[in-house]
């Protein structure tokens, strides 16, 4: 099954995450299929960057969403709508 999660990188205690579609049986760091965003938790206020229309094309093709990544696009989604 397909999942979107979340890949860390960065430093030691520097993290930075991207958000990925990759199958839910492989490690954290595999290869993933595709790279949809990033998230840095460093900055203030934390820098989100998530591409909501390849997650819902995922999502409708069966990929499940890790709670993490949900989050993410909820908060991505409402600062969209605040600036619309």
Do not use: C, H
């Amino acid at each position: 099954m397909l999942t979107l999660r979340l890949m860390r990188l960065g430093a030691k205690k520097k993290p930075f995450y991207r958000v990925v579609v990759t199958d839910s049986r492989k490690p954290r760091q595999s290869k993933a299929k595709e790279i949809l965003g990033y998230y840095d938790p460093l900055k203030e206020p934390p820098d989100i960057n998530v591409n909501i229309e390849r997650a819902n094309y995922w999502i409708e093709k069966g990929a499940q969403a890790s709670k993490t990544v949900q989050s993410l696009m909820q908060k991505v989604s409402m600062r969209e709508k605040k600036s619309a």
